[in-house]
């Protein structure tokens, strides 16, 4: 059984986090167990039509945000990584400074300093210096840095085909890819 922890934090792009959450459902070989802020549930009202309680049905277990003493704060408590999708640059700046103020910074600082694969799909444009160098400081700290960039490659018909292009090279990076996944496979 594979455990992956699925933080969703304010950013735009809630819809990332939810597909996250629906493609993982159907693995009976994956648990997985969402922290979702409390502005993560704000802008997933505002953009889109599903509820919080259905983003939280789709995991396995879920911890509110100010739930600290969580199973997932513990490095004790084994799991194969963690992705946050969306992250924040607040979440983001929390996680590169040791600041573990909540759940979700706490779970990933766990993550980090358990030498597990961290993922964070830090969703903001354009970055200013403070956030490259920040970005470049939790690259050093082992975590991957993955914004979600659209891939034409593919071509693309749809919205729904970019999203799906995206968590599906997100669950490559936490090592649970998808049997629909499109490889490339040269020119």
């Known amino acids: 059984m594979k455990r992956i922890v699925v933080g969703l934090s304010g950013a735009s792009g809630s819809i990332y986090g939810i597909r996250i959450l629906e493609a993982l459902k159907p693995q009976k070989e994956v648990e997985t167990h969402l922290i979702i802020t409390r502005a993560a549930e704000k802008t997933l009202h505002q953009e ?32 194969d990584g963690m992705v946050i999708v969306p992250c924040s640059i607040n979440t983001m700046s929390s996680i590169a400074s040791g600041t ?3 759940l979700l910074t706490r779970a990933a600082d766990v993550t980090l300093k358990e030498r597990r694969r961290l993922v964070l799909c830090v ?18 700290m082992g975590a991957v840095v993955a914004p979600p960039m659209p891939a034409f490659y593919q071509h693309p018909k749809t919205i729904d085909d970019l999203v799906s292009a995206t968590v599906e090279r997100l669950l490559d990076l936490v090592m649970l890819p998808h049997s629909k996944t499109k490889r490339w496979d040269g020119i």
């Open 48 to 79: 889109t039509e599903t509820t919080v309680q259905e983003v939280k049905d789709l995991a396995d277990f879920c911890y509110s945000n100010e739930q600290i003493g969580a199973a997932v704060a513990s490095g004790s408590f084994l799991t």
């Open 100 to 102: 573990t103020s909540n």
């Open 123 to 140: 969703r903001e444009t354009p970055l200013h210096l403070g956030h490259l160098r920040t970005l470049a400081t939790l690259t050093e």
